[in-house]
């Protein structure tokens, strides 16, 4: 995962001042790039939520009539579980997409020329197919989650894996009725991490801590357009977490009133403290002592607080740009211009060009 700052300079010298936006597909070893094969349009979504990323495209004007077949070896090389990587950029490209075809779809219609529209998904789609019954007690969680996640790179689904310093819950790790994704994703709402997939490489570690920026965007010559929403709704004041302590089976409990992510500005509560008195209770079987409860409260405060600060932007495609960092934005209100943290990524590409759509979320506001 990139953890290095781009200046806007250094992207507009990279790439030639964004000219002749051009995709690259890589479907196992055939490469089909747009210069020379039509697409109707190329779309990729990262996302550094639960879901998992994925991309989509359309092949035209690819059908032989005369003799009945498509062109290019098409039909052969368009194969589900087949790997999957697509470059975007200008003269220079990089790659934003490592995954498998997920599915495709034979178009044929007398309107028309045929078409062939693929989609693919990252190595998360291999995990919501892994389903097996888990026992480990005797493990880390942290070596609990990269023996899951290295099956990803030895079936060839994944390059690498980044597995962040986690602190145990004293609580045995069950996985029944569950895929791996399931699981994954119930040990990272749990723990605080994020989990997704960004080129290849399986990222689950805490992100929101780190809050250098990846690029600085300005209205009018780097950023295209932003808008900015805050909003108290899922807002809460205080997250009371209750368990039972098996040993001693009396009740324990934990809370959590203010957010542990980085950052600058006031949260929700400190703006409209009415909301202050708002409490979120849960009850929870993964912890057994006070220290745990609290811990998970924090970890849900800070999810709910997330909410607060969103906002989409959209500039000329910038194939640096990934979910799971900060970006600084200038050239707006005395807000509006801050840092947020990218939660979702989308390039896409067409006959209008190549533009790259971006999501930021936050607990903060100036």
Not at 63 to 68: G, H, I, L
Not at 82 to 89: F, N, Q, T, V
Not at 253 to 268: F, R
Request: charged content about 25%; hydrophobic content about 35%.
């Amino acid at each position: 995962m990139d953890k290095g700052t781009h200046t806007y300079e250094e992207l507009v010298k990279k790439y030639e001042d964004f000219h002749a936006p051009a995709f690259e597909v890589t479907i196992g070893t055939k490469k089909l790039d747009t210069a020379k094969i039509q697409f109707s349009s190329i779309t990729v979504d990262i996302d550094a939520g639960a879901d998992a990323s994925g991309c989509s495209f359309t092949i035209e004007s690819q059908y032989d009539y005369a003799n009945s077949k498509w062109n290019n070896e098409l039909l052969a090389t368009v194969k589900v579980g087949e790997k999957l990587i697509i470059k975007a950029g200008y003269v220079k490209r990089e790659e934003v997409f490592y995954g498998f075809i997920d599915d495709f779809t034979i178009n044929f219609t007398s309107k028309g020329a045929p078409s062939i529209a693929v989609t693919g998904i990252d190595a998360k789609g291999f995990l919501m197919n892994a389903n097996d019954k888990k026992y480990m007690s005797q493990k880390k969680t942290q070596d609990v989650i990269k023996e899951i996640l290295n099956v990803c790179v030895s079936k060839g689904y994944a390059k690498k894996i980044t597995v962040g310093s986690i602190a145990n819950y004293n609580a045995e790790l069950i996985q029944e009725d569950m895929d791996d994704y399931h699981f994954l994703c119930f040990i990272a709402q749990n723990f605080g991490m994020s989990f997704f997939v960004v080129d290849g490489e399986i990222v689950f570690d805490n992100l929101m801590k780190d809050t250098k920026t990846i690029t600085t965007l300005t209205l009018g010559t780097s950023l295209i357009e932003f808008t900015r929403r805050a909003s108290l709704r899922n807002i809460v004041g205080k997250v009371v977490v209750y368990g039972i302590d098996p040993i001693t089976m009396k009740p324990i409990k934990g809370e959590a009133n203010n957010t542990s992510d980085g950052g600058t500005g006031d949260e929700a509560g400190d703006i409209a403290p009415k909301f202050e008195g708002i409490v979120h209770k849960e009850t929870s079987m993964f912890v057994q002592t006070a220290e745990e409860c609290k811990r998970l409260a924090q970890e849900r405060f800070n999810e709910l607080q997330r909410n607060f600060i969103s906002g989409t932007g959209r500039c000329l495609g910038i194939p640096e740009l990934i979910p799971g960092r900060y970006i600084e934005l200038k050239g707006l209100d005395n807000k509006s211009s801050d840092k947020y943290f990218i939660h979702k990524v989308t390039h896409e590409y067409s006959d209008d060009g190549y533009y790259t759509t971006f999501h930021v979320k936050g607990a903060k506001s100036k």
